[in-house]
């Protein structure tokens, strides 16, 4: 199973960079915070570069598939 991305949505500052980027991938919770709602939307390697690079506060982080 591929990795997923999650989001420590208590340093998440809302800033959209991630869900802009992988729209396939993210999207705003209800409270307005980033969740990864489709791991598979996007390459492994886009959602590095595209999201997790880009995020502003460091806040996304890859969980290992072992589930
Ligand atoms: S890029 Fe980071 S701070 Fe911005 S919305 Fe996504 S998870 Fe939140």
Same mark, same amino acid.
């Given at each position: 199973?591929? $990795?997923?991305?999650?989001?420590? =949505?208590?340093? %998440?500052i809302?800033?959209?960079?991630?869900?802009?980027?992988?729209? *396939?991938?993210? $999207?705003f919770?209800?409270?307005? =915070?980033?969740e %990864?709602?489709?791991?598979?939307?996007?390459?492994?390697?886009?959602? *590095?570069s595209?999201a997790?690079?880009?995020?502003?506060v460091?806040?996304?982080?890859?969980l290992?598939?072992?589930d």
């Amino acid at each position: 199973m591929a $990795r997923k991305p999650w989001v420590d =949505k208590e340093e %998440c500052i809302s800033c959209g960079i991630c869900k802009s980027n992988c729209p *396939q991938v993210f $999207r705003f919770d209800s409270r307005g =915070k980033a969740e %990864c709602f489709d791991p598979c939307g996007a390459e492994e390697e886009v959602i *590095q570069s595209m999201a997790i690079d880009q995020c502003p506060v460091s806040c996304i982080t890859w969980l290992d598939g072992a589930d």
